[in-house]
């Protein structure tokens, strides 16, 4: 018979002996290897003056873990019994490796929450407990710990059943089991104590092996992201993922989110295996009947509840040094897209010993808020409560590529809801044909004095004696006005891409044409662009490299930002993200302003 | 959200999945290797033909079909690699049409490093520092590995996407947060990261995915007569001439097969009747030793020795 299998965590407050209660586990219910056990009674009578095994050892790996007798990271076990496989991962007491502990939960259904019987329901307590039930987990067993230091008296059980019973009061759908153990002693670890005939429940693992936690909750209809096309050939075009939720067939209607598009499916994959059908969780790979656009990041679905937007609310539970406040831009992994996104809000901070909300300018590491979260593009996501998977995220900091908060999707925000867009009567189409040309933005990316704006100057001389309209949008010219109240922060820099190419956009429609220069440093932002203007845009890379830009030096800009006084200096002291693909690299090194410029518009000619 | 618990569904909710636990282990390895196709700048598949790397590379196959796996797979040798184990290695690649690089330390086999006189510095010098020359040469940005946390405590409490700084160091004390199954991939030149997709695998789960799928493995994992050496209370194969024997050690024959594999002076056998498929995991599920105790290189510097050499730069 196949056995299910049952993620769970052990957390709570530091000391509450979860790495023993589950070492102790393991040890009595003979699910350890000989040569561990060896080991740790060999180590035990290293550390102890007693000489008692000592429990913790056989999960706390770490050396510094050892040495200071604490828990940093989660550890893994792997066990079966004869009713079920587990998986346990053994989480961090101490408040400063609280994000440790969400790494835990957020993969687990089931949460052991360790309270001394001695001390009571602690803060750390209630935050675990409300760290758990934000990521998904539905199932809490609070193991009431070191009974035998209360002389297993049902009076200390009752005080912290009754503390219990409040702190989980507002926690709705949520099935909460207490056990009096001892971790060290083994009282109702595997089997029930006699030392503690009051209690009638079960022990500990006898409740893990039976009771039913169900499914994370996948969402309605069917619904997955795509990881990656394979194109193995120019025949086979699939698109390959893990279903989210719900079942697919052959001849099904697929819609392509965020386009939109409805396509048949022509072919499952499950594995390498040619499929009728095909179901939540399983490898698959899926072929449409139709040249559709997809790429990774699109979502493919079915009757699902999924939502396309680019602002939503999320709880975020903030897990780094640095503190959040609002303005602070990350990039944002959700699904399998990743964006440049916003927290524009902080509408209140969880206390987590209370629960109560309350209204914050800074989030702290290990606090809970809720924000309004801004994207640089459309996305594809649902709430969490409807679907885990479209509706859990990752906000990831720029420069430091750290994972800085996880948060759970509320709802969306809709802004643009009460606005309509008028299709007028001259159209761009009738522009262009009276102005004779073809509108299109060429988009100039490079460093600081690679020679953008110079090279546009020519390039528009050149245009304009073809008897074409163009306009120049250079980066330091619209920062003097349109862009006046931005600033270089990273939120202000992608404002400031946003304006110059919605401007462009506008111009291309009065059938202009367009040749934007501004160093542009980020790919999102870029991408971002493209996005706004459409089809008709040309990324144009001027490579120039930095030892050169920064000997010419023209602005004198390098100088001070060496000397530090200019912050966040592209090349110098920010990054600048090389195009992976421009259409056209022109690097400056050793050549005239007319040579360039004759590059560029060979790059274009098609336009013209 | 009330009281600070955010409001949950139901599990009437949720519709069920008809998936076991090996099909469930097998789609998230494939979800984390095409997550690192699809992410990661130049993924490689580290191969060490063991019984892992047979089931990473049957997975890759799996994931990436009609395509074949979009990196090539490296095997780090030492030159003291068992022989079947170089001649299935070579085969294996033509048969299944992959791109299989090799790396030797040629700095250490012209100074004759060897597993008889070096010890530690051995495995240091013709493993963890090939290894990271191997890398460094190629320029890999991600690097797939067959670790699994129920081999070695410090594994245990190792990510799935584990990274390491420009000197290839594991900082365990600071391991980026892993949520869900949202891979933070991002890294900053000269960093890479190491990602493994059997992590919550086990021993046993993978001769039963093994048997299942009917991949093929080394035939030394089979019980067989071969001839060894007893040293120290292991059982080690004399694969070739370059064995060394100590004062009264000689080579018997034996019926025996190894739970794990690498260098063969450094691998301990077991005595066992086990020649099929079904009884190896039959012998698996009922094993009371854990399998590293046939690793004899494992038990240099006490307990903690795993964690030591990753953090040096060691898989």
Known sequence: ????????????????????????????????????????????????????????????????????????????????????????????????????????????????????????????????????????????????????????????????????????????????????????????????????????????????????????????????????????????????????????????????????????????????????????????????????????????????????????????????????????????KLGTQTVPATVMKIRHRVDVNTGAEVSAETIYKNEIAFCEISMGSRVVFDTFAESREHGSLILMDRLSNMTCACGVVEQEIVRENNLTWHEMDITRELRESQMGQKAFTVWMTGLSGAGKSTIANEVEKRLFAMGKHTMILDGDNVRMGLNKNLGFGEEDRIENIRRIAQVAKLMNDAGLIVLAASISPYRPDRRMAREIIGENFTEVYVSTPLAECERRDTKGLYKAARAGEIAEFTGISGVYEVPESPDIVIDTTGRSVEECAGLLLAGIEKYL | MKNGFRIQKNDTDYGGSSMDHLEELEAEAIYIMREVAAECEKPVMLYSVGKDSSVMLHLALKAFYPEKPPFPFLHINTTWKFREMITFRDETAEKMGIEMLEYINEDGVREGINPFDHGAAYTDIMKTQALRQALDLYGFTAAFGGGRRDEEKSRAKERIFSFRDHNHAWDPKNQRPELWKLYNTQIHRGESIRVFPLSNWTEADIWQYIRRESIPIVSLYFAKERPVVIRDGNIILADDERMRLGPGEEIQMKKVRFRTLGCYPLTGGVESEADTLDAIVQETLAAVESERTSRIIDSDGGSASMEKRKREGYF
């Open chain 1, 1 to 332: 018979m196949e056995k299910d299998l049952l993620k769970f965590i052990t957390c709570g407050s530091v000391d509450d002996g979860k790495s023993t209660l589950i070492g102790h586990m393991l040890y009595d219910a003979k699910l350890i290897f000989a040569d561990q056990r060896r080991a740790m009674e060999l180590d035990s009578g290293k550390g102890s003056a007693d000489g008692r095994l000592d429990y913790s050892l056989l999960l706390d790996g770490l050396m510094a873990e050892r040495e200071q007798g604490i828990t940093i990271d989660v550890a893994y076990r792997y066990f079966t019994t004869r009713r079920r496989n587990f998986i346990v991962a053994d989480t961090p007491g101490h408040e400063e490796y609280t994000r440790n502990m969400a790494v835990g939960a957020s993969f687990a259904s089931l949460c052991v929450i360790l309270v001394d019987a001695s001390q009571g329901v602690l803060m750390q307590t209630k935050r675990h407990a409300r760290i758990c039930a934000l990521m998904g987990i539905r199932h809490f067993v609070f193991a009431v710990n070191k009974m035998d230091l209360v002389n297993y008296n049902q009076k200390k059980f009752e005080k912290i059943r009754k503390d219990v019973r409040v702190l989980m009061a507002e926690a709705d759908g949520v099935q909460v089991q207490l056990i009096p153990v001892s971790a060290t002693e083994g009282d109702n670890i595997t089997e029930k104590s006699v030392r503690m005939p009051w209690y009638g429940g079960p022990a500990l693992l006898p409740y893990l092996e039976t009771v039913e936690t169900g499914e994370p909750c996948g969402g309605r209809g069917f619904s997955m992201a795509v990881q990656r096309v394979c194109r193995p050939n120019r025949l086979f075009r699939g698109f390959q993922g893990q279903p989210a939720s719900g079942s697919l067939a052959v001849g099904d209607i697929l819609t392509v989110l965020p386009g939109g598009q409805k396509a048949a499916v022509a072919e499952i994959l499950n594995g390498d295996k040619s499929v009728e059908r095909c179901e939540k969780g399983q490898a698959v790979t899926i072929r449409l009947a139709t040249e559709t656009d997809v790429s990774r990041g699109c979502v493919l679905g079915k009757d699902t509840t999924l939502k396309t937007g680019s602002m939503l609310a999320a709880y975020l539970l903030w897990m780094d040094d640095k503190n959040l406040v609002a303005g602070r831009n990350f990039r944002m």
